[in-house]
């Protein structure tokens, strides 16, 4: 080959491959994030630093800041956080922010779509019913679930640029008359008494400060004879508060995910009884038979520097804002933690509750 035809054909492969990263790769859902579309929420690009300090600062020590803190801090920067990682989740995890279980043979995409229809199917959603997402995302679970029941879902996120972005997707979808986004705090819920017919929350309730607080307000919300599933993150009867690694995997699962503090499995259920609920079914998904739910963050490191590359030039090129590498890496080392978790068993992210609201005449018994 002539070196001049080598030399276009090396620059055209060369822009094949860029072309490829930044316009084509996306999330791993359809119509997800672009690389050259990352933003930090509604955050300034100037103030993207600051906030990720401020950020970083408040969950250090995410136990000793939950008992410290009043409750009225802990949801602005639970805002913060997805502020800062929803575009990145959109770009590289899709639009439903949760683990599944793996099923040979068969995609991430198939899985998680999988576990979110289980939902639908616990809470016998079908049409004419109404349920309520608490802590939506960007709306992938709600979305799966109204599509596979026929159910009417009205999601709650505390973060407003999520809000829109959900909105977006659902109008895309085609689904934007049976799915409603509200902006709002799930432990203050503004829906009326005994307004929802079922509901479910998909590892949300974890930023709660106190998960009396969130159960009581879905509680008050759902029907009588309603039912609510939640997938809830919890350290597991594995985990040894005196074994350093285990303790050093739990807190980096705490600081990277904005969390007050991981609770134990076995605070669940009593929970849900203290505010009122019946306890249904109580099962941890993660347990086999299930299939790991954790090789999806096995990314290898050539992966990981592809893409940290690509967001350092987009940020050189003033694409991305300033500070997005710095909260691309702390997603990729809160990755790492939660693998040890899932590897050793010591957390799950998918404890599976299914309550009751009791109807008038069993409450009163």
């Given at each position: 080959m002539e070196p001049?035809?080598?030399?276009?054909?090396?620059?055209?492969?060369?822009?094949?491959?860029?072309?490829?990263?930044?316009?084509?790769?996306?999330?791993?859902?359809?119509?997800?994030?672009?690389?050259v579309d990352l933003q930090m929420g509604s955050i300034a690009g100037d103030k993207v630093g600051d906030k990720y300090s401020q950020y970083w600062s408040f969950f250090r020590s995410p136990k000793e800041t939950a008992a410290a803190a009043t409750a009225d801090k802990v949801p602005a920067f639970v805002d913060t956080f997805y502020n800062l990682v929803t575009d990145i989740y959109e770009w590289g995890w899709g639009?439903?922010?949760?683990?599944?279980?793996?099923?040979?043979?068969?995609?991430?995409?198939?899985?998680?779509?999988?576990?979110?229809?289980?939902?639908?199917?616990?809470?016998?959603?079908?049409?004419?019913?109404?349920?309520?997402d608490v802590g939506c995302g960007v709306g992938g679970p709600m979305r799966a679930i109204a599509a596979h029941s026929g159910s009417n879902v009205v999601g709650i996120t505390i973060n407003e640029y999520q809000v829109n972005r959900a909105r977006a997707h659902n109008r895309k979808a085609g689904l934007d008359a049976q799915c409603e986004v509200v902006c709002g705090?799930?432990?203050?819920?503004?829906?009326?008494?005994?307004?929802?017919?079922?509901?479910?929350?998909?590892?949300?309730?974890?930023?709660?400060?106190?998960?009396?607080?969130?159960?009581?307000?879905?509680?008050?919300?759902?029907?009588?004879?309603?039912?609510?599933?939640?997938?809830?993150?919890?350290?597991?009867?594995?985990?040894?508060?005196?074994?350093?690694?285990h303790v050093e995997a739990i807190q980096g699962i705490e600081r990277g995910d904005a969390l007050p503090g991981l609770r134990r499995q076995d605070e669940i259920a009593a929970v849900a009884k203290e505010v009122g609920f019946d306890v249904v079914k109580e099962l941890d998904l993660a347990l086999p038979p299930s299939h790991p739910w954790w090789t999806r963050l096995k990314?290898?490191?050539?992966?990981?520097?592809?893409?940290?590359?690509?967001?350092?030039?987009?940020?050189?090129?003033?694409?991305?804002?300033?500070?997005v590498s710095e909260v691309h890496e702390m997603l990729f080392e809160t990755a790492q933690h939660l693998t040890r978790g899932g590897e050793t068993g010591i957390f799950s992210p998918m404890h599976m509750v299914l309550l009751r609201k009791p109807e008038p005449a069993a409450a009163a018994e």
């Amino acid at each position: 080959m002539e070196p001049a035809t080598m030399a276009w054909t090396l620059a055209a492969a060369g822009f094949a491959l860029v072309y490829w990263f930044v316009w084509v790769m996306g999330a791993a859902e359809v119509q997800g994030k672009r690389a050259v579309d990352l933003q930090m929420g509604s955050i300034a690009g100037d103030k993207v630093g600051d906030k990720y300090s401020q950020y970083w600062s408040f969950f250090r020590s995410p136990k000793e800041t939950a008992a410290a803190a009043t409750a009225d801090k802990v949801p602005a920067f639970v805002d913060t956080f997805y502020n800062l990682v929803t575009d990145i989740y959109e770009w590289g995890w899709g639009q439903s922010f949760h683990f599944s279980p793996s099923l040979p043979g068969r995609s991430h995409r198939d899985a998680t779509r999988v576990h979110e229809e289980r939902v639908a199917d616990l809470l016998e959603a079908r049409p004419g019913k109404r349920l309520l997402d608490v802590g939506c995302g960007v709306g992938g679970p709600m979305r799966a679930i109204a599509a596979h029941s026929g159910s009417n879902v009205v999601g709650i996120t505390i973060n407003e640029y999520q809000v829109n972005r959900a909105r977006a997707h659902n109008r895309k979808a085609g689904l934007d008359a049976q799915c409603e986004v509200v902006c709002g705090n799930f432990m203050a819920m503004p829906f009326p008494d005994a307004s929802f017919d079922g509901a479910y929350s998909i590892e949300a309730t974890c930023h709660a400060p106190r998960l009396q607080d969130v159960y009581g307000e879905v509680f008050r919300v759902l029907k009588p004879g309603g039912l609510y599933v939640s997938y809830e993150w919890v350290t597991t009867p594995l985990y040894r508060a005196d074994d350093p690694e285990h303790v050093e995997a739990i807190q980096g699962i705490e600081r990277g995910d904005a969390l007050p503090g991981l609770r134990r499995q076995d605070e669940i259920a009593a929970v849900a009884k203290e505010v009122g609920f019946d306890v249904v079914k109580e099962l941890d998904l993660a347990l086999p038979p299930s299939h790991p739910w954790w090789t999806r963050l096995k990314m290898g490191r050539l992966s990981y520097w592809r893409n940290s590359l690509l967001i350092r030039a987009l940020t050189l090129l003033r694409v991305a804002p300033k500070g997005v590498s710095e909260v691309h890496e702390m997603l990729f080392e809160t990755a790492q933690h939660l693998t040890r978790g899932g590897e050793t068993g010591i957390f799950s992210p998918m404890h599976m509750v299914l309550l009751r609201k009791p109807e008038p005449a069993a409450a009163a018994e």
